[in-house]
């Protein structure tokens, strides 16, 4: 069974510029998470959906984080305009609802860098 | 002050060591404690689930939840340079509510 999926693994961008990230979560999860690593730190949640519903987004920063996810299977998340402090690595996680976050499981991650 | 504190290392040991990683938190509330190792340039995985206070053993990990103190302990024996890795303990609440990571215990075993 293939594992959460994430594109692209790398993103160099000029600061102000948009960009995207892509997550295919593991088929029949109904939870999605992204989650933002910074460098030396442990990932914090950006977001959490329950198939298309975002239940918690109390963490993005809503000026310029954008997510969806349509049909509740994959997600996109943007950011626009980037700026230099949102270099870190995204993660993207998935969870069978009944089995809630403890049993998460998260893709490789798209290591952002702004400059 | 973070919920969940942890010693961000380097630890380094010789293959076949005892490990001791720990952490602290400061929430009460939190039930749920979870032990993640990831390795370079990979995401998480789940490597121990506790539920509230006491010992769980995997193999060569034993996870350890000491409530009154508000402690998480991970013990790997007989470590492998395999084990080398980033260990990142997290807690939870309960209910539905979101995991608070450490920053993570870089370690390293050398053969």
């Known amino acids: 069974e293939a594992g959460v999926v994430q594109s692209p693994r790398y993103k160099i961008i000029e600061k102000k510029q948009p960009v995207a990230f892509w997550c295919n979560p593991i088929?029949?999860?109904?939870?999605l998470y992204w989650y933002r690593q910074n460098l030396g730190q442990g990932p914090e949640l950006l977001i959490r959906?329950?198939?298309?519903?975002?239940?918690?987004d109390s963490q993005l920063p809503k000026d310029r984080f954008s997510a969806e996810r349509l049909k509740g299977v994959d997600s996109t998340l943007k950011i626009q305009p980037a700026e230099l402090g949102d270099s870190a690595v995204y993660l993207c996680?998935?969870?069978?609802?009944?089995?809630?976050?403890?049993?998460?499981?998260f893709g490789q991650g798209t290591r952002l860098t702004v400059v | 002050q973070k919920e969940v504190e942890q010693d961000p290392g380097p630890l380094s040991v010789p293959e076949g060591a005892i490990v001791s990683l720990n952490c602290t938190y400061s929430?009460?509330?939190?039930?749920?404690f979870m032990w993640y190792r990831q390795y370079s340039r990979k995401g998480p995985e789940l490597l121990m689930y506790?539920?509230?206070?006491g010992n769980k053993e995997d193999g060569r990990f034993t996870a350890q939840v000491d409530k009154s103190s508000k402690y998480i302990s991970l013990f790997i024996r007989d470590s492998q340079p395999s084990d080398s890795a980033t260990y990142l303990c997290?807690?939870?609440?309960?209910?539905?509510?979101?995991?608070?990571f450490g920053a993570g215990t870089r370690l390293a075993v050398h053969p």
């Open positions: 996680a998935s969870s069978l609802k009944e089995a809630s976050n403890t049993e998460a499981f």
């Open positions: 088929s029949g999860h109904n939870t």
């Open positions: 959906y329950e198939n298309e519903e975002a239940v918690d």
């Open positions: 929430n009460s509330a939190f039930q749920y």
């Open positions: 506790t539920y509230s206070s």
């Open positions: 997290a807690a939870r609440s309960g209910g539905y509510n979101k995991l608070i």
